[in-house]
């Protein structure tokens, strides 16, 4: 099958004296999920960076280098000479970390790679100078290695782009620098609800799968299927018992790091270790819905 979660770690800012970094936030997850799974630096083969709104608006270099650089993925523990970790980055807002668990699981099931990161960390990118930036700094890291007969099994991806002009991010010139501005209509959230469903209608649809066939589903942003499935649409898919309590996660407003803080919820769940297949649904601007279906291996 896929590749394998070895470990989850979300990383929030602490600090009130100055601003997060999201380098840092990306970092501090990614050493601490490591530390969880025992493993060191120079396993990481692959590192991919999600993250969109970053401090300062840097987009040039790739961000996941000096990811790569501070977790020290290709500093002096690699083992062999010549070895280099491959880092790059993604972006697809909300649903990017998603993307990137399909990229290495790629790697990982062809043999490329033996293990793993994705990482983010969001920030606003000129505190108290952005406008309408409304999302919690936070980062995360998610580490995967190979999973004999476990793992992901499918990903899909969806976009409603007739909604797209519900949720916008811009960069202006504001005369002396890059001024990042959010901009979210009011009808954008219940949009997500349905476009969350829609998608999730179809994936089950087109793997031939019923909601029986599915034991846990694990959603960001919070509530966007719980209040769907407590409520069934014209095509009924999920039970709300299926569905994460959303009202277990954070009540700030999340992004590229979302959906890892709801699968970090999840695994401290009671519900978790009797799951045996559990789908990750993702839902950002645009509207676009990534899903992945993840079959945990056996205890």
């Known amino acids: 099958m896929g590749a394998v979660i070895e470990a989850v770690v979300t990383a929030g800012h602490t600090s009130s004296d100055r601003p997060p970094s999201s380098t ?5 997850a990614a050493r601490r999920t490591l530390a969880s799974a025992a493993r060191r630096p120079d396993a990481i083969d692959l590192l991919v960076n999600a993250s969109v709104y970053r401090a300062a608006n840097i987009m040039e270099p790739a961000n996941a280098a000096f990811v790569q650089r501070d977790v020290e993925a290709d500093g002096e523990f690699a083992p062999v000479k010549g070895r280099r970790t491959l880092s790059f980055d993604i972006s697809n807002g909300a649903c990017g970390m998603v993307n990137g668990l399909q990229v290495v699981d790629g790697f990982i099931t062809s043999g490329a790679a033996r293990h793993g990161l994705v990482v983010t960390g969001d920030v606003d990118p000129l505190p108290g100078r952005s406008e309408g930036y409304p999302y919690a700094p936070l980062g995360a890291a998610i580490l995967l290695g190979p999973g004999g007969d476990a793992g992901f099994e499918a990903f899909a991806l969806r976009s409603y782009p007739q909604y797209a ?20 209509d009011s009808a954008f959230h219940a949009r997500c609800e349905e476009c969350a469903d829609a998608a999730l209608t179809a994936f089950l649809d087109e793997r031939r799968l019923t909601p029986d066939d599915v034991d846990l589903v694990v959603a960001s942003p919070p509530g ?3 209040r769907r499935s407590s409520s069934p649409p014209a ?5 709300a018992d299926q569905v994460l309590d959303a009202d277990s996660l954070e009540p700030a407003r999340v992004h590229t790091a979302g959906i890892a803080l709801a699968l970090e919820s999840a695994l401290r769940s009671p519900r ?28």
């Open 224 to 226: 966007v299927l719980k």
């Open 165 to 184: 002009d519900l949720h916008t991010s811009t960069i202006r010139w504001s005369g002396t620098e890059h001024v990042v501005g959010v901009h979210e």
């Open 235 to 239: 095509h009924p898919t999920l039970r």
């Open 272 to 299: 978790y270790p009797s799951a045996g297949r559990v789908l990750l649904v993702a839902v950002g601007s645009g509207i676009t819905v990534a899903i992945a279906s993840y079959r945990k291996p056996r205890s």
């Open 24 to 28: 840092a936030l990306a970092v501090e």
